[in-house]
Antibody, heavy 118, light 107 residues
Framework: QVHLVQSGADVKKPGASVNVSCTASGYSFSSYAVHWVRQAPGHSLEWMGWINPANGNTKYSQRLQDRVTITRDTSASTAYMELTSLRSEDTAVYYC???????????WGQGTMVTVSS | DIQMTQSPSSLSASVGDRVTITCRASQSISRYLNWYQQKPGKAPKLLIYGASSLQTGVPSRFSGSGSGTDFTLTISSLQPEDFTTYYCQQSYTTPYTFGQGTKLEIK
């Protein structure tokens, strides 16, 4: 069965960085792009960026590109999302998702709650 | 960026009703339109991809249509588990933007 399993919830102080992992199982990790999406409480979904696990190529949201980095470790079938210089507005659930036909997000991780608070 | 506008933002209906949610893109996205269902505290679930293709395992009461800038999600006969929030998303070009969501409530 295809799964994406994310790391656990985290609490950070303003100005700190957070790293969220996303481990794939049940399929060839290198074959499908992994995207990151976040959702602030009570809000819609915001696309953050994606990585091609086969070659490590990435693309980021212009709004976040100065603060977000997505990497991968193919030997561990894991993608990582690092967000730096955290502020309260970054409090959100962070999701990874694997793409299917037409770049639809057909498999999602369970989500990781990141709280930024002093 | 392509803006995705859903309407209505909320909708009250009864079990057994037929409902339609609309999504409009700020420019043509061909048929690169996906629909997701999200229940509280859970990750979104893909319902429809490519504007009208039903994801495996999704009940046939869900259907999608449209192309270009205007799209619809229709639920033909609402079941109790369908009362939750729905999002459209364009995957035509990055950033892959989402609509603001439609909350479907029991009347």
């Amino acid at each position: 069965q295809v799964h994406l399993v994310q790391s656990g919830a985290d609490v950070k102080k303003p100005g700190a960085s957070v790293n969220v992992s996303c481990t794939a199982s049940g399929y060839s990790f290198s074959s499908y792009a992994v995207h990151w999406v976040r959702q602030a409480p009570g809000h819609s979904l915001e696309w953050m960026g994606w990585i091609n696990p086969a070659n490590g190529n990435t693309k980021y949201s212009q709004r976040l590109q100065d603060r977000v980095t997505i990497t991968r470790d193919t030997s561990a079938s894991t993608a990582y999302m690092e967000l730096t210089s955290l502020r309260s507005e970054d409090t959100a659930v962070y999701y990874c998702a694997s793409v299917g036909i037409g770049d639809s997000f057909h498999i999602w991780g369970q989500g990781t709650m990141v709280t930024v608070s002093s | 960026d392509i803006q995705m506008t859903q309407s209505p933002s909320s909708l009250s209906a009864s079990v057994g009703d037929r409902v339609t949610i609309t999504c409009r893109a700020s420019q043509s996205i061909s048929r690169y339109l996906n629909w997701y269902q999200q229940k509280p505290g859970k990750a979104p679930k893909l319902l429809i991809y490519g504007a009208s293709s039903l994801q495996t395992g999704v009940p046939s009461r869900f259907s999608g249509s449209g192309s270009g800038t205007d799209f619809t999600l229709t639920i033909s006969s609402l079941q109790p588990e369908d009362f939750t929030t729905y999002y459209c998303q364009q995957s035509y070009t990055t950033p892959y933007t989402f609509g603001q969501g439609t909350k479907l409530e029991i009347k």
